[in-house]
C-alpha cells in the first residue's frame, strides 16, 4: 500500500524513520512532504494513489479526498476532525481515526498560564518593567479558591480540573454527559447559564460541531461576572469572537486568554481579538510541545499499524 504524510508532523528526521520503518520492511511505500501544501491541485496530485493519507490540523476537503481513489484509511495527527470532510469520507467508505490524548497535558497547562497570566498581569509586568516602571495599578489576584467553570469535560477538561484543584479552587462543570472521573474530582455539574453566572474563570474545552458552534455568545458572555476571565483553547468557532473583543472593550469581562480562532494563524491584524483589552492571543500552540508532538507521531503510527492488521484503534468513523 501507499502511505502519504501530506504535511510535517513537527519531529526529527530520525524519529519519523523510526515510526516508519516497519512500514517499509512490509512492503508498503511511505511519501512523506515536509511543507503543508494549500493549493488544492497540488493536494490532489500528492494524493492521487494513496491508499493511507496521514493529516494533521489542516483543512482536507471533499474535492481532495474524492481525488484520492484508493484511499481507504485517514489517519489524523490531531485530537478534532472538524477540518476534515467526514461525510465524503462517509460516502466513499474511508476509516478515518484521530490521535486522541497526545495533547492532554499540553493544553491544560497552556491553560493554567493563561489563566494565571491574566489574574497576575504578568505581561503587562514584563512590559512595564522594561519600560522602568513599578507595580502601580498592576497588583494582581490569587487563582486560590477562585470558581473555574470548565465547559467540557473530556479528558483535556478534566485534566485541566485535575491541576486546579491544586489551587484549590471551586470547580462547575457544564457537558452534554456527566463523568464519573468528573464526579470524583469534586465537580458540580449545572446548566451552562448557571455556569456563566457563578464562575470567576470559564475554561473552554469543547469539540466543535453543530451544537457547539457559537455557543459561546454574546448573551451568554453578558451573564459573566464583570471580574471574569474567559479562556479558549477549544476551538475557535465555538465563541463568538466580536462579541468577546466588545465584551472586554467595555469592560462586561475582566479578561481572556484565547489560542484558538476561525482559522489557523496567521491571523489578520484586523481580526477582533487582536485590537480588544486585556487579552493574551496565542497561535494556536496549546498542543504542541516537543513532548507532544512525539507523542502524537507514536499514536498515530500505531493506529496505522493496528488497521493494516485489522486491529481498529481511536476510530471516528
Request: hydrophobic share 45%; charged share 25%; with cysteine.
Amino acid at each position: 500500500m501507499k502511505i502519504v504524510l501530506l504535511e510535517p508532523l513537527v519531529i526529527g528526521q530520525e524519529v519519523l524513520d523510526e515510526l516508519s520503518k516497519n512500514l517499509l520492511d512490509m512492503g508498503h511505500e511511505f511519501i512523506a512532504y515536509n511543507r503543508v501544501e494549500k493549493d488544492v491541485e497540488i493536494l490532489k496530485e500528492r494524493v492521487k494513489d494513496a491508499d493511507i493519507l496521514i493529516i494533521a490540523n489542516n483543512p482536507l476537503g471533499g474535492e481532495v479526498i474524492r481525488a484520492a481513489h484508493n484511499l481507504k484509511y485517514i489517519a489524523i495527527a490531531f485530537t478534532g476532525y472538524d477540518h476534515i470532510d467526514l461525510e465524503v469520507c462517509k460516502e466513499m467508505g474511508i476509516r478515518v481515526s484521530n490521535a486522541q490524548g497526545y495533547a492532554t497535558e499540553a493544553v491544560a497547562e497552556l491553560t493554567l498560564s493563561l489563566i494565571i497570566s491574566l489574574l497576575r498581569n504578568i505581561i503587562p509586568c514584563n512590559e512595564v518593567v522594561k519600560k522602568e516602571g513599578t507595580k502601580v495599578g498592576l497588583v494582581g489576584n490569587e487563582l486560590n479558591s477562585k470558581i473555574v467553570g470548565i465547559v467540557g469535560t473530556g479528558a483535556i477538561g478534566l485534566r485541566t480540573a485535575e491541576l486546579l484543584k491544586v489551587f484549590n479552587c471551586k470547580l462547575l462543570g457544564y457537558s452534554r454527559s456527566e463523568s464519573q472521573r468528573a464526579l470524583d474530582l469534586g465537580i458540580e455539574y449545572v446548566e451552562l447559564d448557571e455556569l456563566l453566572r457563578r464562575s470567576d474563570i470559564v475554561s473552554l474545552h469543547l469539540p466543535l460541531n453543530e451544537q457547539t458552534k457559537g455557543l459561546i455568545s454574546k448573551g451568554k458572555i453578558a451573564l459573566m461576572k464583570k471580574n471574569a476571565i474567559l479562556i479558549n483553547t477549544a476551538r475557535g468557532p465555538v465563541l463568538d469572537s466580536t462579541s468577546l473583543a466588545q465584551a472586554l472593550n467595555q469592560g462586561i469581562i475582566a479578561g481572556a486568554g484565547i489560542d484558538v480562532f476561525e482559522s489557523e494563524p496567521p491571523i489578520p491584524s484586523k481580526h477582533p481579538l487582536l485590537n480588544a483589552k486585556n487579552i493574551i492571543v496565542t497561535p494556536h500552540i496549546a498542543f504542541a510541545t516537543e513532548e507532544s508532538m512525539i507523542k502524537r507521531a507514536n499514536i498515530v503510527f500505531d493506529n496505522i499499524y493496528s488497521w493494516i492488521k485489522g486491529e481498529e484503534k481511536n476510530i471516528i468513523l
